[in-house]
């Protein structure tokens, strides 16, 4: 089993910046391919970006492209979401996950991932 912990939510005025940590446990799966989302009230879980279990590959949705950055310190076992530019859209709980696959690389799709933290509030005003 993999335990995943994210932390670094807050409330933040529109323009500002937030670092999302998830910290990873468990199993050696937790070095796989991770990934975070976010869902906003009354909506879907949505993809933001994952990153491959070497570091290399990085993916993005659209509407965080060059505003967010993902990377990960695999000696800590933690993933990061460096938020930059951050809009009132961007108001979501944020969750990490992580895969089982060890031959991911990245993925978008929400059934590619097996284990998910609690998640973490982050809240941008105008």
């Known amino acids: 089993q993999v335990q995943l912990t994210e932390s670094g939510g807050g409330l933040v005025q529109a323009g500002g910046s937030l670092r999302l940590s998830c910290a990873a446990s468990?199993?050696?799966?937790?070095?796989?391919?991770m990934g975070w989302f976010r869902q906003a009230p009354g909506k879907e879980r949505e993809f933001v970006s994952s990153v491959s279990r070497s570091g290399d590959y990085t993916y993005y949705a659209d509407s965080v492209k060059g505003r967010f950055t993902v990377s990960r310190d695999s000696a800590k076992s933690t993933v990061y979401l460096q938020m930059n530019s951050l809009k009132p859209e961007d108001t979501a709980v944020y969750y990490c996950?992580?895969?089982?696959?060890?031959?991911?690389?990245?993925?978008?799709?929400?059934?590619?991932?097996?284990?998910w933290g609690q998640g973490t509030h982050v809240t941008v005003s105008s």
């Open positions: 468990g199993r050696t799966s937790s070095s796989n391919a």
């Open positions: 996950a992580t895969t089982r696959d060890v031959y991911m690389r990245v993925s978008a799709n929400l059934r590619d991932y097996n284990y």
